[in-house]
């Protein structure tokens, strides 16, 4: 067996959710679930297909995120794992509708940090046993520091 790290690559402005689904009907349902639930949402997402064609399926609303979404997914080549980038959305804007899919097991990652994926690889078989998502802690927020977090969460409108 072989472990390798594989740097995800997106557009700086972009997020990107990684995780694994189990069945082809996963992109539809994905792309249904994504253009219902945030209007004019820009997304391309690739599924590594495990079995039959074993194609990378895909779908989106934008081109250049749909590239990213398959050249992701073709570096980690893990049988039914999925590559969402969102252009102008956050993750948390469309989380409670991808956990509504039926066909989505998990999702390892939702961020716009640089993300490693971890693949374990024995002969024709990879998958993904975690992610590696920004950096180390610098340290413990202090009162500043969480006043500046309530402020932010306010400017963005996620509070009153």
């Known amino acids: 067996m072989d472990i390798e ?3 995800m690559e997106k557009p700086e402005e972009a997020n990107i959710l990684v995780g694994q689904a189990h069945f082809i009907k996963t ?4 792309y249904e679930a994504l253009v219902t639930s945030y209007p004019d949402i820009k997304f391309g997402f690739a599924f590594c297909e495990a079995s039959d064609k074993r194609l990378i399926r895909h779908c989106g609303t934008d081109d250049k995120l749909r590239e990213f979404a398959i050249k992701n997914a073709e570096k980690v080549g893990s049988g039914h794992s999925f590559f969402l980038l969102l252009g102008n959305a956050f993750p948390i804007n469309v989380m409670k509708s991808l956990k509504s899919v039926d066909e989505i097991l998990t999702i390892f990652a939702a961020t716009s940090n640089p993300l490693t994926v971890i693949v374990l690889k024995e002969e024709e078989k990879r998958g993904i046993i975690g992610v590696l998502d920004g950096k180390l802690p610098l340290g413990v927020e202090e009162e500043e520091d969480i006043k500046e977090r309530k402020d932010f969460l306010r400017k963005i409108g996620y509070k009153k």
């Open 27 to 30: 992109v539809e349902d994905v």
């Open 5 to 7: 790290l594989i740097e």
